[in-house]
C-alpha cells in the first residue's frame, strides 16, 4: 500500500482534488515475514532498503502505527486538504469573489473549514474577511 492523501489545487482557476503520497518513495506491505517473502520484496526492481530492523531485515510496525495509517487515509479521502499551507502573518491576493485583486494579510487559519481570516486594504482601511482557501493565491 502506498499511502495517499486527497489535496485540492487550483489549477486554471478550477478546484482540482489530486492524491499526493504521505511517505514519498516508500510503501507499506502486509505479508507474512518468511526468507522467501523478504527476499522477494527485496530483489525487487527499484526497492534499495528497509526502515528499521536489523541486518537489513525489516521489522513489523504495530498494529496501533497500522490504524493511525489507515486512519490518516481515511481522513484525507474524506476531508481534502489544501495543497498550499498558509500562515499568519503572509501576504495573499484574493483571486475570486467581492474582493477579486485585494491584497491582504492572513490573520488566522481555520484548516478543517478551509478558511482564512485576512485583513484586506479597502480604501485606505483594513477589513477583516473570511475567504475560502480556493479564493486567494500566494504572493
Known amino acids: 500500500m502506498i499511502p495517499t ?52 531485515k525489516p521489522s513489523p510496525i504495530t498494529q496501533r502505527e497500522v490504524d493511525k495509517i489507515m486512519a490518516r487515509v481515511q481522513e484525507g479521502a474524506d476531508k481534502p486538504k489544501p495543497k498550499v499551507a498558509y500562515q499568519p502573518g503572509e501576504e495573499i491576493l484574493v483571486i475570486d469573489g467581492p474582493f477579486n485583486e485585494f491584497n491582504g494579510t492572513i490573520e488566522a487559519v481555520d484548516y478543517e473549514k478551509n478558511l482564512l481570516k485576512v485583513e484586506v486594504l479597502i480604501f485606505g482601511r483594513t477589513t477583516p474577511v473570511e475567504l475560502e482557501f480556493s479564493q486567494v493565491a500566494k504572493t
Open 5 to 56: 492523501e486527497k489535496v485540492v489545487e487550483l489549477k486554471d482557476g478550477q478546484k482540482k482534488t489530486a492524491e499526493r503520497k504521505f511517505f514519498p518513495g516508500y510503501m507499506l506491505i502486509h505479508m507474512e515475514l518468511t526468507e522467501k517473502s523478504w527476499l522477494a520484496v527485496k530483489n525487487t526492481v527499484n526497492v534499495i532498503g528497509f526502515i528499521g530492523g536489523v541486518s537489513g
